[in-house]
């Protein structure tokens, strides 16, 4: 065929492979993760001006926040995915949730991910949100850059903050910067590779670039712009870092330190220094465990899998698009792939590289990238997709929901768009959504980690599909699969102490008042297990 693409050999796929770094940023909300988001791709050239969260108030909006509410909010609800090159890399940037309520969609993402840059505000440290996606994070052994934001406001000390990442997280600490005062007084950094300082000067808005001075230490600008005691400290601090343990990328790949970065993502202070190190030390992709052995990422068969599906990105065409992370090999537009779940064969002939929500037929993908696949009803998430034999990767797992309501369609005329909604937004595994066993009712019942995705789910229907609805939340505090001896499940006190549901994939779910019904029933009936995370 004439649009098939050249052969290509073994090395020139090494180094295609080697050349991809694929991360997400983590954080607690309000850290400053989309604001650093914005000024890397500004650094990489991938966008002119910068949509900070500030700028949201004069409508402008991030270009990583596509979904409307994301606009109006100002947060980040949905994961996106922003590709761009920087320095003979090219970067596949997973921007995740801070929010709480939207962690299960961080959770899905990190599975996606070879590294992760944990954003950390100077003046609160490491908060909740941040422990727990870091703790994601060394269950799958995903290597940790760390960036201190907002240096340019009232910090804690930079040295206790080192205390408390070792402390909290349990990582060795090593700055590869140190910040020139904090706050009002903040300079900029002292590079302790090059042993150079980089002064910047703040720009209007801080919609651009900011230019950067290179100078040494005892430059007399450094010392007019803080007090005799910071300026003190700072000498003293400096010298105190050599007897910090070295910088060890080794031990950085398994995990046991992590890289610190001090700056301000909002003045751009410190951002580029940290891009630069962060494209020569972050992994490029490494192997996935399969049902088969891990899959090397250097072998010629295309393999990747879902982890991720959005409904009506763009919702003129009301697609549905499933990304994919390209595990091994090169991936070829219009190549025919084995898909075992189905056990179909499936074309995939329009395959997309993304940012935010613009995006763009691409022809070739290696290992390492993310493809989106639009408008196919066969794809789910976790599902495993590969040129070769037939094998499943590690399934991503699903977390029990903590949060439950009936959702009541209030216009019966719109029931078959009530229901196709509803299916398209549960494909995305945001929620789930359950019936009632044995009951009259046929109301769904939502389920979610957060409660925040209830108000998602009824602004998305209304928006997306014209469908106006009315939430009736239920008590139960938690949901477990149930499985077991059928005869020991029907004895199970169901319509007393908790609700018998089943999922979409007709399994039995029981939702629980509270975790002391849950100890109790498990404990009466130890032949049935109650699953947390399926």
Not at 155 to 176: C, H, N, R, S
Not at 433 to 451: K, N, S
Not at 483 to 503: C, H
């Amino acid at each position: 065929m004439s649009d098939e693409l050249p052969p290509i050999t073994p090395k020139m796929l090494r180094e295609a492979i080697d050349a991809r770094r694929t991360f997400a940023i983590i954080s607690h909300p309000d850290a400053g993760k989309t604001t650093l988001t914005e000024k890397l791709l500004l650094y990489g050239n991938a966008i002119h001006l910068a949509g900070s969260v500030r700028a949201r108030r004069n409508q402008r909006s991030a270009t990583s926040d596509w979904m409307a509410m994301e606009r109006e909010r100002g947060i980040s609800i949905t994961s996106t995915v922003l590709q761009f090159p920087y320095k003979g890399r090219m970067i596949n940037l997973l921007d995740t949730p801070g929010h709480a309520d939207f962690s299960e969609d961080t959770y899905r993402t990190l599975m996606a991910a070879d590294s992760a840059v944990m954003v950390l505000d100077a003046a609160r440290g490491v908060e909740p949100q941040t422990r727990k996606l870091f703790e994601v994070c060394r269950d799958r052994g995903i290597p940790i850059f760390t960036f201190v934001n907002k240096m340019d406001r009232p910090a804690e000390d930079p040295l206790a903050l080192l205390d408390e990442i070792e402390e909290v997280l349990g990582m060795q600490p090593v700055p590869m910067n140190w910040p020139i005062g904090e706050g009002n007084s903040f300079q900029g950094v002292f590079d302790r590779r090059s042993e150079q300082v980089y002064l910047y000067d703040r720009t209007v808005h801080n919609q651009t670039i900011s230019p950067e001075t290179i100078t040494t230490l005892d430059d007399p600008r450094i010392e007019a712009g803080l007090s005799a005691t910071q300026f003190d400290d700072l000498h003293t601090n400096i010298m105190l870092l050599d007897e910090l343990a070295a910088f060890d990328l080794d031990a950085v790949l398994r995990g046991e330190q992590t890289p610190v970065y001090y700056g301000s993502a909002l003045t751009n202070f410190g951002v580029q220094l940290f891009l630069d190190d962060f494209v020569e030390f972050a992994p490029g992709p490494d192997a996935y465990p399969s049902d088969v052995g891990d899959i090397d990422p250097y072998q010629p068969e295309f393999t990747g899998f879902v982890f991720k599906i959005q409904a009506n990105m763009n919702p003129r065409h009301r697609d549905s698009v499933a990304f994919l992370r390209i595990c091994s090999g090169r991936f070829e537009r219009n190549t025919t792939v084995k898909h075992p779940r189905s056990g179909k064969a499936i074309k995939l002939s329009r395959p997309y590289k993304f940012f935010a929500e613009s995006r763009e037929v691409v022809d070739e993908a290696f290992a390492g990238d993310i493809i989106g696949l639009p408008g196919s009803r066969y794809f789910g998430i976790g599902d495993t997709i590969s040129a070769g034999d037939s094998f499943n990767f590690a399934p991503i797992p699903r977390f029990p929901a903590e949060h439950f309501a009936r959702l009541i369609n209030l216009d019966v005329s719109k029931q078959k768009q009530f229901q196709k909604g509803l299916e398209q937004l549960a494909t995305e595994g945001a929620m789930q959504v359950l019936y009632e066993a044995d009951a009259q009712r046929r109301d769904p019942i939502l389920a979610v980690v957060g409660v925040l995705q209830f108000e998602v789910v009824e602004a998305r229907l209304l928006d997306e599909y014209g469908v106006t609805t009315r939430r009736e939340m239920l008590p139960h505090q938690l949901s477990r699969w149930v499985e077991g001896p059928e005869a020991q499940i029907d004895l199970l006190p169901w319509r007393y102490s908790m609700m018998k549901t089943v999922d979409d994939n007709g399994r039995l779910v029981a939702l629980f008042s509270s975790p002391h019904e849950l100890n109790f029933y498990a404990e009466k009936y130890p032949e049935i297990t109650f699953r947390g995370i399926a």
